[in-house]
């Protein structure tokens, strides 16, 4: 159905203006090599906690870590605390975290800064109030005695299948940060560092007063508590079962998934983590596991003249993936020199190695790609299914290779499909809820389940690369009609009685709900129709009135706020591409609500091409860490405006 609007050739001239100057700028920040890498920005957190791992190894004085103290004080916000996402009004873990890093890099307690970073400290109860993983840095260096913190007996490395929890039922995040530490927490060390720092002055109640115990929940998770009172007491009488063995096990797991550049899982913790356990283990600061691992680290900073700051992960796949789409979207030829590249570099970091996933998918064959770099054990299904539409789309030289690439993806995809029918992030039926009750996983995201939009993610895929027979036929029956059936049916469970999708990996619902009608005009839209329309009719009334769409991080906590929040680039983009993809279902309004929306990115482009965004509109663990991905902002705009100019033809 043509929109009722920029019919005139002044605004299609506007419109064609404004996606060859996105095009531009993008292709000015591809790298020699092919690929697109920008920032990834998250809180101040990943940047303390390193600042503490090289004070703990001695190599502090090879980093430029009195940058560091320059970047923690820019994040200071007036309040005196540090935020989790942008404008939330001051985090306390994250706080004292920052706090503490100040500190350990010499920044005395009667600072200004600090003095105003106390106060908000406190008036939001203190350390004692602090998620476990401040606890657990602060106990490091004797700020916090280990009593306070959770168990985590060694002995669960050996479990393994009948048994009805293994490490496997951890999801893959989790599972890479919690080998390491069942090291640290089995031996409970405590280092002393230069300078020696107290930070007493945190505890709202007092240090002296502090109770060393783990709170209370008043429900039925509270069964972990007196568990852990056994662990406890286990470990007090020297009693706890194959604790040796277990640790051995540990370190072997370590070694064993350490990348050769030095990585381990692709993300800071369990990167940290690892290095934490050599250390706890005995391994000397010039054993190359331990110097690969650093290093790695340091692949992760970010030196400017000013700052220096560490990200939690690095996107290079996902960056690259989605500035394709957005190029191509955008009208860009599909043989551009530049598109090309692009192709082959990615074709070159599909994975052919087995990894973690293959404990709970044995029939599957590898195939998929992953976020960075270099994560041989963790592709996800998110980026290949990114990455085999963004393939799809470009001409390369060899389109037999690219064809046979595409095939391999689809084909683990599809094995990598979970019970409920929905597809999940990096592995099956990675779903045992009770996981996020135990007081160790107060983040709660101890599992990986089914999400509705990596699902839509997945049927997207499918019903693109449908268009082309030929390639259909080389994934064969894997992705079979049986099992996307299974996939639609999770996605249309997965709809709320407003219309709207939960968005897992972005924020939130809006993100959700884009992708979601995405995939079903795609796959179902006869079918699906009254869901179309449903989920259309949400977006539309959630329309901010400049035009724009925005949500806040804090729908995670209340979704009351769902589709609430100031208007971005990245978001109103979203809401766009579910509506222009949708477009056969969409009634008059929705055309409106497109044309407005078309027009907020229109004037709020920049005249080199680009947009400002501040705003947090990535997700890492709802509720808990979010992410400002650097390129969001350029890559979701330009797939909106080049789309919504497709239905203009």
């Known amino acids: ?39 990834l920005e998250s809180n101040v957190t990943i940047t303390a906690e390193i600042i503490l791992l090289h004070k703990i190894w001695g190599t502090d004085r090879d980093r430029p870590l009195a940058k560091a103290e320059a970047y923690l004080r820019s994040h200071q916000r007036d309040h005196g605390g540090w935020e989790l996402f942008y404008g939330d009004g001051g985090d306390l873990s994250t706080s004292v975290e920052a706090y503490t890093a100040l500190r350990v890099l010499g920044v005395p307690a009667s600072d200004p800064d600090l003095l105003r970073a106390k106060a908000f400290i406190l008036s939001r109860g203190g350390i004692s109030k602090t998620r476990i993983f401040t606890k657990f840095h602060l106990a490091l260096i004797g700020c916090y ?14 479990l393994e299948s009948p048994s009805p929890f293994t490490i496997y039922e951890l999801s893959s995040w989790a599972r890479g940060s919690t080998v390491p530490l069942l090291v640290v927490f089995d031996q409970k060390p405590v280092y002393e560092i230069a300078p020696a720092i107290k930070v007493d002055e945190l505890y709202a109640e007092g240090r002296q007063n502090v109770r060393w115990e783990l709170p209370q929940n008043g429900d039925w998770s509270d069964i972990f508590l007196w568990l852990d009172k056994g662990f406890k007491l286990a470990e007090s009488m ?38 934490l356990a050599l250390r706890v283990l005995g391994y000397d600061v010039h054993d190359p596991v331990v110097q690969r691992g650093l290093q790695a680290v340091d692949n992760f900073a970010i030196e400017t003249a000013e700052t220096y700051w560490v990200q939690a992960c690095v996107s290079p796949v996902w960056d690259t993936g989605l500035s394709l789409r957005a190029l191509t979207d955008s009208g860009l030829a599909p043989d551009h020199p530049a598109l090309v590249k692009a192709g082959e570099w990615l074709l070159g970091k599909q994975i052919l190695d087995y990894g973690d996933w293959i404990v709970k998918n044995p029939q599957g064959q590898p195939g998929g790609w992953a976020f960075e770099f270099e994560n041989r054990f963790y ?19 060899d389109e037999a290779l690219k064809k046979a690439a595409i095939a391999r993806a689809v084909r683990w995809i599809a094995t990598m499909q979970c019970k409920d029918g929905g597809w999940a992030a990096f592995d099956i039926n990675n779903d045992q809820d009770w996981l996020n009750a135990v007081p160790y996983g107060d983040l709660k995201a101890m599992i990986d389940p089914s999400t509705a939009d990596i699902t839509a993610r997945v049927l997207e895929m499918h019903g693109r690369l449908a268009r082309d027979p030929d390639l259909v036929k080389g994934y064969g029956g894997e992705l079979s009609d049986r099992r996307l059936a299974r996939g639609l049916d999770f996605l249309i469970r997965e709809q709320e009685a407003d219309g709207s999708w939960f968005g897992r990996w972005g924020v939130n619902y809006l993100y959700g709900t884009s ?51 100031p208007s971005t680039a990245s978001q109103t983009a979203w809401a766009l591409l579910g509506l222009i993809d949708a477009a056969d279902c969409a009634d008059a309004a929705a055309h409106r609500a497109m044309a407005t929306g078309v027009e907020y990115l229109l004037t709020t482009q920049n005249p080199d091409g680009t947009w400002d965004e501040v705003e947090f509109t990535g997700t890492g663990f709802p509720g808990h860490f979010y992410i400002r991905y650097h390129l969001y902002r350029q890559n979701f705009p330009m797939m909106a405006l080049g789309r919504y100019r497709q239905l203009q033809a």
């Open 145 to 158: 005695d280990w009593q306070g913190l959770p168990s985590l007996p060694a002995w669960v490395m050996l």
């Open 379 to 397: 592709p996800d299904v998110d980026d290949t299914g990114v990455v085999a539409m963004a393939l799809q789309d470009v001409t390369l030289p």
């Open 515 to 565: 992708g979601a009608l995405s995939a079903l005009a795609l796959v179902a839209p006869e079918r699906c129709r009254v869901n179309i329309e449903r989920g259309v009719a949400w977006l539309v009334g959630c329309q901010n009135a400049d035009g724009g769409w925005g949500e806040t991080c804090r729908s995670y906590n209340d979704p009351a706020l769902k589709g609430q929040g």
């Open 238 to 275: 020297n009693l706890v079962p194959f604790r040796e063995e277990g640790i051995r096990k540990a370190e072997n797991w370590i070694l064993e998934r350490q990348e050769a550049t030095g990585d381990w899982g692709g993300i800071i913790p369990a990167m940290l983590n690892s290095l």
């Open 1 to 39: 159905m043509p929109t009722q609007n920029l019919q005139r050739s002044t605004d299609l001239d506007s419109l064609d203006q404004a996606i060859a100057a996105a095009q531009t700028y993008l292709l000015s920040l591809q790298t020699p090599a092919g690929y697109w890498w920008a920032d």
